[in-house]
């Protein structure tokens, strides 16, 4: 915090900012709708290399977070079916943000308890940080691209609306899964995590719409 010292007739008038923490910070970054941790490596040995401890992690159903065997996660098929039966339910507000980006904050608050925690999120992993148990040991927040994704905002709404009310929760029902590869988009998503991404993108409050609270 700063602190002023008056001015007297032989010093100037200055002010002392000291730092919050005297170690950089440990960074939590949380990774964007099905993308892989591994994209975030530049970036997370680029502030590793100005001192701070930095963890990237998958979410559950995407990467290496899969109940899967090492050799089987180079089975694209073993993947294919794990998403299917294994992590159907998988859902971004109970799983993604309230167990495993929770996961990750508990993880490097026990250690590095003498650090300030930062959160870095990316697209969803912004929208999510709100509803982790223990946000309120976050020092500081990073949001990259973190938008209310109702389709009234996109670019194009009536694309948008295409593909959220009928050719996302489709495709997930039919296939069991989201085959956001075969889309040209990012990495196969769980049906669960695809029907509520869906679910949101149709509510003006986006993830943080609860029909419960609607009474």
């Not at 085959?179 to 049906?191: M, V």
């Amino acid at each position: 915090p700063p602190s002023r010292r008056p001015p007297s007739s032989s010093s100037p008038s200055s002010t002392t900012t000291t730092p919050v923490s005297a170690r950089p910070p440990a960074v939590v970054v949380s990774c964007a709708t099905g993308t892989k941790r591994s994209f975030y490596e530049p970036f997370a040995r680029h502030l590793a290399g100005l001192g701070c401890a930095v963890l990237t992690f998958d979410y559950r159903g995407i990467g290496d977070s899969f109940p899967l065997t090492s050799h089987q996660l180079k089975d694209e098929r073993a993947r294919t079916n794990s998403l299917i039966h294994d992590l159907a339910g998988t859902t971004i507000r109970d799983h993604w943000g309230m167990q495993d980006q929770t996961a990750a904050l508990q993880y490097m608050i026990q250690k590095y308890p003498e650090r300030e925690i930062v959160l870095v999120g990316h697209s969803v992993g912004g929208h999510v940080c709100g509803l982790s148990p223990i946000r309120d040991k976050i020092s500081r927040i990073l949001f990259v691209a973190v938008n209310n994704a109702h389709h009234n905002h996109a670019r194009s709404p009536a694309r948008r609306v295409a593909e959220v009310f009928f050719l996302l929760p489709f495709v997930s029902h039919l296939l069991g899964y989201l085959p956001s590869k075969r889309l040209g988009l990012f990495e196969d998503l769980p049906k669960g995590v695809a029907l509520q991404w869906a679910f949101f993108s149709r509510q003006k409050d986006y993830l943080f719409y609860n029909k419960y609270d609607r009474n």
